[in-house]
């Protein structure tokens, strides 16, 4: 196996950076630059053996995809699949541990259609939206993340995931303000 850069590799930047992002900084046997044919060529790194991109390669297919962040504990997650809530959690089952704010968003441009799920205030601003992914940024106490969670995919203006891509929502006791693609001011919601 040989290293290639992401230039050589004929992938574009975005892509690339969230390989890296992924937990290796080498990528290898890159033959394309098509995202099916990519997904296909990549291979474990003998210098990092588990936590390499092959980790991110079935994620890249899921139907459903709702991403926890890594900052939401375990009883929650566990809370969530025990409900029958597809779920993966940044640092856990995709991505590396210690993922900053500024590398999650490369990662989710990477991810097919994902809705984000955060403690993180600082994703509630406007110029995160995005038609491929949406961001829900939970104002709650650690211990109620679980049914917020399901409170936020179970209402009706963000119950299917059409609806929650292009948006940040803002959840909390007080109800759901959230901002759509292009709006010039949030949207309350009770």
Not at 102 to 109: A, D, Q, R, T, V
Not at 156 to 164: F, N
């Amino acid at each position: 196996m040989w290293h290639l850069h992401p230039s050589q590799a004929e992938i574009d930047d975005a892509l690339a950076a969230a390989l890296i992002v992924c937990g290796c900084p080498y990528l290898f046997r890159i033959v394309a630059p098509s995202r099916r044919l990519l997904e296909a060529s990549l291979s474990i790194c003998p210098w990092h053996a588990m936590a390499c991109p092959q980790r991110l390669v079935p994620l890249l297919c899921w139907r459903v995809m709702n991403i926890l962040d890594e900052n939401i504990i375990a009883s929650q997650r566990q809370r969530l699949r025990s409900w029958r809530i597809r779920v993966r959690q940044s640092g856990v089952d995709i991505a590396r541990k210690g993922l900053q704010d500024e590398e999650i968003l490369p990662f989710l441009h990477l991810l097919r259609r994902p809705t984000f799920f955060t403690r993180d205030r600082g994703f509630y601003r406007r110029e995160v939206c995005h038609r491929q992914y949406g961001i829900v940024c939970l104002e709650v106490a650690p211990e109620e993340v679980a049914i917020f969670v399901r409170r936020v995919l179970r209402h009706p203006r963000l119950h299917t995931q059409a609806k929650r891509l292009g948006t940040v929502v803002r959840a909390s006791h007080r109800g759901l303000r959230l901002w759509r693609l292009h709006a010039q001011e949030g949207v309350v919601v009770l």
